[in-house]
């Protein structure tokens, strides 16, 4: 019974490795609509922040790049989910080869 849990466990964290391989370029951050006030008019403008490596980031997006830097933090939105996944997985894994060590 055990044998075929630590399998399937296995077999999942392996369909996680492949998942992240297959992942495009990315981004962290959220990205939003700003609006700004100047002499007689309001002009729009996309706004990117994150933070990376405990930094805060804030960058500027060109209305012609928003659909890629979308797709961006979409595909690091995925990654993260997956790194959890893979990880709650790993924990689970080994909590299992120890149990299953230990009856022998």
Do not use: C
């Amino acid at each position: 019974m055990s044998k075929s849990k630590l399998e399937r466990l296995q077999e999942a964290i392996h369909g996680i490795i492949r998942e992240i391989g297959e992942i495009g370029p990315m981004r962290p951050g959220s990205l939003s609509k700003q609006a700004r006030k100047t002499k007689n008019k309001y002009g729009a403008y996309w706004h990117l922040s994150y933070t990376h490596r405990g930094k805060g980031h804030t960058q500027y997006i060109r209305d012609a790049f928003v659909a890629h830097v979308k797709a961006e933090i979409s595909h690091f939105k995925r990654f993260r989910k997956l790194i959890d996944r893979f990880i709650t997985l790993s924990i689970e894994r080994s909590q299992l080869r120890m149990k299953m060590d230990k009856k022998q």
